[in-house]
């Protein structure tokens, strides 16, 4: 029987497929969620794939996870699917630089571009009661959730609930974000709607070689060693937050406590990581880290974190200027440059910078 609020953590460190699914095997036991894929299922592998690069970066899930997932589900029966929504660039190109492309052919995974669209309405949604998805989110008998553990300078770390913005297809994701603005909370209700349409039945996290400081895309990576298994999405990021040392709950985090999707009563980690917590604590986005000093009201009308493009990183490929939601950024005598007083700090220009030359900092702004 499933229990409900259990997150399954265990050490690996390695990327070794036999190894890893070996692990997630003792994770689905111990859960008890062995039954819950069964043979004829098509299932959705949904890992991070937010844009083209290396397994060594850390930027997306490695291929070894996929690996080793595929090759549980194989002894299932299941039929494996495989999608995403990359922030730019061609699914084709993402998949074969972030060292898919094997792993797809070995385990004859079908491809599936979330280039189709269909509305979702639902009255009870906490933002929009119509939400417009990839087609594919009901398309499947089962959704697997593979997310990359790595903060993230908006909200602060991009697990397994935020992993499933990918739902959103294409450009619609910038609308999001323009909508939002810097309201991390509003943002974060936004991923709970998508949550509620897309509840996967494993969220399976990769956090063997993980990402700190300037997440999603422009961090550093970290050895965490960590997988963490759960059929219950909002509480394994709780506890995976806690583990890795965040001094308080993330925004995603905040809203499952205000809707008592998770409580300290009742859920708990288990397995051989959980009572061993991090003992340097992960290093933070800037951008996700409020001022909280004497006065910071008032210091932060004039001193506000903001996007700073380095001169001498940035190659000037325009992928900020073209996927910036408010328009507000533009290439000007060989410069990006960045109207501040319409920025709405979303920080999507730092996430899907290729070159990493963007980062957000305190300056002097509106």
Not at 127 to 156: C, I, Q, R, Y
Not at 185 to 200: E, G, K, L, N
Not at 271 to 293: C, H, S
Request: some cysteine; hydrophobic content about 40%.
């Amino acid at each position: 029987m499933v229990e409900p609020g259990k997150v399954f953590f265990d050490f690996c460190t390695e990327y070794n497929a036999d190894k890893i699914a070996a692990s997630l095997r003792t994770g689905l036991t111990i859960l008890g969620l062995e039954g819950a894929i069964k043979s004829g299922d098509r299932v959705l592998l949904k890992p991070n794939l937010v844009m083209a690069k290396a397994p060594r970066l850390a930027v997306t899930t490695h291929p070894e996870i996929v690996r080793a997932v595929a090759m549980v589900l194989k002894d299932c029966g299941a039929r494996l699917y495989l999608g995403d929504s990359p922030g730019f660039g061609s699914f084709a190109t993402v998949l074969e630089k972030c060292g898919l492309k094997p792993v797809l052919q070995e385990f004859a995974i079908t491809v599936t571009p979330f280039d189709q669209e269909s509305v979702v309405v639902d009255t009870d949604n906490l933002v929009t009661k119509k939400l417009t998805l990839a087609a594919a989110a009901s398309e499947f008998d089962k959704v697997v959730n593979l997310p990359k553990l790595k903060t993230h300078s908006m909200m602060g770390a991009t697990l397994a609930v935020k992993n499933l913005f990918g739902f959103i297809p294409g450009l619609k994701k910038a609308t999001w974000h323009l909508r939002a603005g810097h309201d991390r909370d509003f943002f974060a209700r936004i991923m709970f709607d998508i949550y509620r349409q897309v509840t996967p039945v494993w969220n399976f996290l990769d956090g063997i070689t993980g990402m700190e400081g300037e997440g999603p895309t422009g961090g550093t990576p970290r050895n965490f060693n960590l997988l963490a298994l759960s059929a219950d999405a909002p509480a394994l990021d709780y506890l995976v937050e806690k583990w890795v040392g965040f001094p308080e709950p993330t925004p995603l985090s905040s809203v499952s406590l205000d809707l008592d999707l998770v409580s300290e009563e009742s859920f708990g980690a288990c397995g051989p990581a959980a009572d061993e917590p991090l003992t340097i604590p992960i290093k933070q986005a800037q951008g996700a880290v409020a001022a909280t000093f004497p006065g910071h009201k008032i210091w932060r009308r004039i001193f506000v974190k903001r996007p700073k493009v380095s001169r001498t990183r940035c190659q000037r490929c325009r992928v900020c200027v073209q996927h910036c939601p408010a328009q507000v950024m533009n290439l000007i005598d060989a410069k990006i440059v960045i109207d501040y007083k319409r920025c709405i700090r979303c920080y999507c220009c730092q996430e899907l910078c290729p070159y990493g030359a963007i980062r957000v900092g305190f300056g002097i702004g509106c």
